[in-house]
């Protein structure tokens, strides 16, 4: 068996656990499990498949995606995030009972202007101050009077722009104005992202969307996951290929950006930007070897990193490096590299072998 460089491990019990959590959360609420773009990175088919019994529905961002899972055997109800945007689309939608977002007064044309024997399950989305997709809530009335003509189980959505932060007045004003709009219309309804599911036990309505803490990640500011009682399902793995001893005054790779300030001992782990490690990582990013977190030094270069062990006992070649999972938080690396865990989690790489366990 070739050995592999760079491997990614998928932890089927911590997403399990990580959506019962968002159960434990808000208990009374339908939970949709987001599994867009392939599932943050983990795999949008496996991700589905391990929480088919723990969640009520998936959400997708596009229409491939649905048609993906519904083409692999997925059957549980899908929502599609953006919609559709052309009409060749509703067939499609219809063909594979998929769930549609209705966030335009063009999709609603579209419908009218389409002959279908059958009419599509959508969720209406208001924009309450994300300014993003949603309609506005003074066109609310007329468009659900057109809508309730050419639809059928109708729901209704938001979408938070500042959950994350528990002192964020503009999630109380979201709220308000999405329950204020819709009045007693009837309809389920849904406005829990990942953070409000956390967070917000008000915005706990009929259906909550959980995403980023499925997968191990806080959704909060300056809180971690583990506080959260959320478990890291991906691992991100190398090994040691070298070791070097270097002076005081040597230089470290691409630029020679970083120069010992004493003697050295480094290790050369064999993954870089090239299987999705942030290149832009800051020096002093921890890679835990042995239980042990060495310090990254000098740019990530794309097949290679290198990091101080002078404090480390007992590494040799061949140990592995976890570049973030168990014991090291992915939210902790992506601060390092000024960036978010969403990112660094899409970003791998094709080349990285991934397997679950």
Avoid at 123 to 128: A, Y
Avoid at 140 to 156: G, Q
């Amino acid at each position: 068996m070739i050995p592999v460089a760079a491997s990614v491990e998928l932890s089927s019990t911590a997403l399990q656990h990580n959506a019962r959590k968002a159960r434990e959360y808000a208990p009374k609420s339908k939970l949709i499990a987001v599994i867009k773009a392939n599932a943050y990175g983990h795999g949008a088919l496996v991700v589905a498949q391990i929480l088919a019994a723990e969640v009520d529905a998936f959400a997708v961002a596009r229409l491939d995606e649905a048609v993906a899972l519904r083409d692999a055997g997925i059957k549980q109800k899908i929502l599609v995030l953006q919609g559709f945007s052309q009409a060749e689309e509703l067939n499609v939608f219809l063909q594979q009972k998929l769930d549609a977002v209705v966030h335009s007064d063009y999709q609603i044309e579209l419908l009218e202007n389409q002959p279908v024997s059958a009419k599509l399950s959508v969720w209406l989305k208001i924009d309450t101050g994300m300014n993003r997709l949603g309609v506005q809530p003074a066109q609310f009335k007329s468009l659900l009077a057109r809508l309730r003509a050419v639809a059928h189980d109708i729901k209704f959505m938001t979408h938070f722009a500042n959950a994350d932060n528990r002192n964020d007045a503009k999630t109380k004003q979201q709220e308000a104005c999405f329950l204020a709009t819709i009045g007693s219309e009837s309809g389920a309804r849904s406005i829990a992202n990942s953070a409000a599911i956390v967070a917000w036990p008000s915005a706990h309505l009929d259906w909550n969307r959980a995403g980023l803490m499925l997968y191990g990640a806080s959704p909060m500011i300056n809180e971690s996951a583990q506080a959260l009682g959320l478990k890291p399902v991906m691992q991100f793995c190398a090994r040691v290929i070298a070791l070097k001893e270097i002076k005081k005054g040597v230089a470290v790779g691409y630029g020679s950006t970083w120069v010992a300030p004493k003697d050295t001992q480094i290790a050369v782990i064999s993954a870089g930007y090239g299987d999705g490690y942030p290149r832009h990582a800051k020096s002093s990013t921890p890679v835990l070897i042995n239980q042990q977190r060495a310090l990254l030094i000098g740019r990530v270069s794309m097949d290679m990193l290198t990091v101080d062990v002078t404090g480390c006992s007992s590494v040799k070649i061949g140990d592995q490096a976890i570049l973030w999972g168990e014991g090291l938080p992915i939210d902790e690396i992506a601060d390092c590299a000024d960036t978010i865990a969403y990112t660094l989690m899409c970003g791998i790489t094709a080349r990285v072998k991934t397997s679950i366990i």
